[in-house]
């Protein structure tokens, strides 16, 4: 297969993080016959430095113009005082919005070797944690109505959550996609006691999982959801849900694997177009240092394989030469432990390719 992949190495450690997941990828077109393509543009804080804006037009229409976009990070203090309008995060939001990225896939997994990073017990850690949140993006309440005004003497503050029909069913069927994929369960997290975006999520959930016949659904508050992630994390094979509970529940998700720098994300609009990247920021205090863990944006490009370009057998080739290295005790200093081998960022990338070949 012809690939062309758009690639942000962006600010901070993403250009050291990138390289390296670059790297693998081109393993994965020489052992397996693929060709990938790769279009370079700036977008951060380097693009408000060479072009005085965090995207510039061109960058933009060539994220609109590929097969899929992968992404270091972008950001970090030299561009703390830009204006709001202008500040490196702006390209992301752009990017986001202007390729329909309504969804957003995050796992949470465990890799044993790592179990004792995780702040859950022992016990707990052993049944498994391997699940993944699929978060709607681009509505609910971030994207709402908001006002503040003075009413009776105080200032009254106002933000509305809007949810129709068709944003529902287009994540949920994300949701159902995934399972497929993977367990055959989703869990549905909504706040139907007491909100009426909510009764409707119910609803149109139950409808598209009579399409999904090999597909279980089952639903879950959101409260009780942040209790049952730290209390019995084995439970969960797929987590869909608005955007505000996705934001909150997937950052508890990753706090409870231990890692910020193994865990990688999807975003997906309509196609099989998607935005891939490592959930962690730019680093600016090991930038330039060979210290980063590159392993979160490799596993973004094993998602890439996965959920973009069909290749399901590649991907998994990417986790598995990922899991050996850890197998074999190799760690970047964020995850390093007793009796384990400390690497660099450049040298973890070298025995992630030497198992993958
Ligand atoms: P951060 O995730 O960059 O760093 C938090 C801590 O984790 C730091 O100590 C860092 O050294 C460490 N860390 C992160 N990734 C690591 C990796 N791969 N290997 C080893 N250690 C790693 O969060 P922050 O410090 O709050 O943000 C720094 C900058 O990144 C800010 O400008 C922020 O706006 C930006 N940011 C960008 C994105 C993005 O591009 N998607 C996301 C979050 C934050």
Not at 129 to 158: C, H, P, S, W
Request: hydrophobic share 40%.
């Amino acid at each position: 297969m012809n690939k062309r992949i758009t690639v942000i190495k962006g600010d901070g450690i993403g250009p050291e993080i990138v390289t390296q997941a670059m790297r693998v990828l081109d393993v994965i077109a020489e052992k397996y016959g693929h060709t990938f393509e790769y279009q370079e543009i700036n977008a951060g804080g380097n693009a408000i430095d060479l072009y005085g804006v965090p995207l510039p037009e061109e960058s933009l229409q060539k994220c609109l113009d590929c097969d899929s976009v992968l992404l270091g990070a972008v950001g970090g203090p030299k561009w703390d005082h830009v204006e709001p309008a202008r500040r490196p995060e702006k390209a992301l939001l752009a990017i986001r919005k202007a390729m329909g990225l309504y969804s957003n896939l995050r796992p949470a997994k465990i890799f044993p070797q790592l179990a004792d990073a995780s702040p859950l017990k022992p016990s707990i850690v052993a049944e498994g944690i391997d699940f993944i949140i699929v978060r709607e993006l681009i509505g609910g309440i971030y994207f709402g109505k908001r006002r503040t005004e003075e009413i009776d003497g105080q200032m009254v503050a106002n933000d509305e959550m809007t949810y129709s029909e068709e944003e529902i069913r287009r994540i949920a069927k994300v949701a159902f996609n995934t399972a497929k994929k993977r367990g055959g369960k989703v869990i549905s997290v909504d706040k139907a006691n007491v909100l009426d975006t909510s009764r409707l999520w119910r609803k149109v959930m139950e409808e598209v999982a009579k399409d999904y016949p090999d597909v279980t659904l089952e639903h879950m508050l959101v409260d009780n959801c942040a209790m049952q992630i730290v209390k019995k994390p084995s439970q969960f094979d797929v987590v869909v849900t608005e955007n505000m509970f996705g934001d909150i529940l997937s950052d508890e998700a990753s706090m409870i694997t231990g890692s910020i720098g193994m865990i990688p994300s999807s975003s997906l609009g309509d196609g099989t177009r998607g935005l891939y990247e490592p959930i962690h920021g730019s680093a600016p205090d090991i930038a330039g240092k060979n210290l980063a863990n590159p392993i979160g944006t490799i596993l973004a490009a094993a998602m890439m394989l996965k959920y973009s370009f069909d290749m399901d057998e590649e991907s998994t080739a990417i986790e598995a030469a990922v899991e050996k290295t850890l197998d074999q005790g190799f760690r970047t200093g964020d995850c390093m432990s007793e009796g384990m081998t400390r690497l660099g960022c450049i040298e973890m990338g070298d025995k992630i390719i030497e198992n993958l070949r």
